[in-house]
């Protein structure tokens, strides 16, 4: 079993910065692959990153990459998203997700364990 707790959400103005992180408690952390979603009002939870359970396979969604960047740090059991150039359009509530197992995935049915979300607005 893993909970999750996201922080660092917020208010930005377009093309600042925010970095989002992930407490994990539990002991298959480590053996976890993590990823990061994120829900607009009226839209469906849209995968944004995943990293395998070593950190040495990532993933993103079209609309980020080259934006944002997932790591993690299996010593302090966190996982972060580094949101650069944000946009008005990545408004989102932001949930960190984890998987079973240690491969990265972009389907939400592929994640069993998940945060409550953390909000992030950016004004243009």
């Known amino acids: 079993q893993v909970q999750l707790v996201e922080s660092g959400g917020g208010l930005v103005q377009a093309g600042n910065s925010l970095r989002l992180s992930c407490a994990a408690s539990g002991r298959t952390f480590s053996s976890s692959a993590m990823g990061w979603f994120r829900q607009s009002p009226g839209k469906e939870r849209e995968f944004v990153a995943s990293?395998?359970?070593?950190?040495?396979?990532?993933s993103y969604a079209d609309s980020v990459k080259g934006r944002f960047t997932i790591s993690r740090d299996n010593v302090k059991n966190t996982v972060s998203l580094q949101m650069n150039g944000l946009k008005p359009e990545d408004t989102a509530v932001y949930y960190c997700?984890?998987?079973?197992?240690?491969?990265?995935?972009?389907?939400?049915?592929?994640?069993?364990?998940w945060g409550q979300g953390t909000q992030v607005t950016v004004s243009s």
């Open positions: 997700a984890g998987r079973k197992n240690g491969i990265t995935s972009k389907w939400i049915s592929e994640y069993a364990y």
């Open positions: 990293i395998s359970w070593g950190g040495s396979s990532t």
